[in-house]
């Protein structure tokens, strides 16, 4: 008795066939592999009267091999035997438990130490860059103030020289201006004489 994986998705339609246009081929569900023990379980189920049956077989079986006049010193310490047997098997149970419990209380205790080496390596991370975007921050702020003391520096210099051809051009036009007055002031003279 097996399982089988069904969650493929199929590209077959309502016929069963390969739906056409496609390149999708169909691959036969994997079977899943079961643990012997959902084997037994599953055996008991489905043949619950076989399983009776074989264990009373058996037990007839063992029941032939043991001889029929057992003494009860033999019988005794066969009960002693499995009592025994069966504390230590309490004992181990419970060391395995602790064991167990044990082991589960230092993986917690060591993924507290580790959870706490990642929070603190984040943290320094984070500091760091803090730190770096902090300077980077300065470094742009002391750029931008270089290259608007350069830029008003620059304007001052084409302001100054803005203004000495302004006014060179100022002056020039003040001595042409002049000498067309004068040139006026002539001709009216020269009109009136």
């Known amino acids: 008795m097996s399982k089988t994986d069904t969650s493929a998705p199929s590209a077959k339609n309502a016929a069963g066939k390969t739906a056409k246009g496609t390149n999708v081929v169909p691959l036969p569900a994997k079977a899943v592999e079961q643990r012997p023990s959902e084997k037994v379980i599953a055996f008991v189920k489905h043949h619950p009267v076989l399983t009776v049956a074989g264990g009373l077989a058996v037990g007839v079986a063992v029941s032939a091999l043991v001889p029929r006049r057992v003494s ?64 980077y921050g300065l470094a742009a702020i002391a750029a931008a103030s270089a290259f608007g003391r350069a830029a008003a520096k620059r304007a001052t210099q084409l302001g100054g020289a803005a203004a000495h051809s302004a006014g060179v051009i100022g002056d020039a036009a003040a001595e042409r201006s002049a000498k067309v007055v004068h040139l006026a002031e002539d001709l009216k003279a020269r009109i009136k004489a």
């Open 72 to 135: 009860r010193k033999a019988l005794g310490k066969a009960v002693d035997l499995a009592e025994a047997a069966g504390a230590a098997g309490v004992v181990f149970g419970r060391r395995a438990g602790d064991k167990a419990h044990d082991l589960g209380i230092d993986a917690r205790k060591q993924a507290s130490v580790i959870a706490d080496v990642v929070s603190e390596k984040a943290e320094k991370a984070g500091d760091i860059a803090a730190v770096n975007i902090e300077k």
